[in-house]
């Protein structure tokens, strides 16, 4: 799951509101929110939205506690979390000379990406595309703004074939990887049609929406074609 800084039990999800009343809502049918917490914006069924969420202790459900209008793909979407911390998530634009950019105003060091985050999915490093959650909070006094942390927006691990030419590849049509920005097993190097797992991140590629941050081959191909690491 996606942690915050201000509160490890908090996430970011999007959804489609699938159910509203006049003062509250369901997201994907399993979230609820009040219209409270939405700043009684005029949601719709079938309206997307992106939710900061957290797990009631006695339902163990999800409830909404921001909900704003959110179709990623058109740029960022904000939340202010408490009077301190904010969160933004946005697409990341380019990556020059160690410094994230989101936009032109917004954009930070490779230093404050989350260690714990890059530690989870093997040394992920944001790439042009990703769509990441950004923690900052505003200096007193100034506009000026100090980033706290930043992670990717989603996360999963999936087993499927790649297709792979020269130094690019695709896998299942909509995971994109390139070994410029992939962590590898020590000697294995991808080929067409392996079994692979990896470790994906929502981002914007070509015509991929995954990127592969980290690869390993089966278990069957390991055995076979290297059986040192058994």
Excluded at 25 to 39: A, K, N, P, R
Excluded at 204 to 218: D, E, I, K, N, Y
Aim: glycine share 6%; net charge positive; hydrophobic share 40%.
């Amino acid at each position: 799951s996606r942690t915050h800084l201000s509160d490890p039990s908090l996430q970011t999800v999007q959804g489609i509101v699938t159910s509203f009343c006049s003062d509250y809502g369901l997201i994907d049918e399993s979230i609820y929110f009040s219209t409270d917490v939405s700043g009684h914006l005029p949601l719709k069924v079938g309206q997307k939205v992106t939710a900061v969420v957290k797990e009631d202790k006695t339902s163990h459900k999800l409830k909404a506690i921001k909900v704003r209008f959110g179709d990623m793909s058109l740029g960022t979407v904000l939340f202010l979390v408490d009077s301190r911390i904010r969160i933004l998530v946005g697409c990341v634009n380019r990556i020059k000379n160690d410094t994230v950019y989101i936009d032109k105003k917004i954009y930070f060091s490779l230093d404050i990406v989350s260690e714990v985050f890059s530690l989870a999915v093997l040394g992920f490093m944001p790439y042009k595309g990703d769509w990441l959650e950004v923690e900052y909070s505003l200096l007193p006094g100034t506009s000026k703004i100090k980033t706290h942390s930043a992670k990717p927006m989603n996360c999963k691990h999936v087993d499927k074939v790649i297709c792979f030419h020269d130094r690019c590849g695709v896998i299942d049509y909509t995971i994109f990887f390139t070994l410029d920005s992939l962590k590898l097993p020590v000697g294995y190097i991808p080929q067409p049609y392996d079994i692979v797992s990896v470790v994906v991140v929502e981002s914007v590629q070509l015509c991929c929406t995954w990127r592969a941050v980290s690869m390993t081959p089966s278990p069957f191909l390991f055995h076979v074609f290297f059986p040192r690491f058994q």
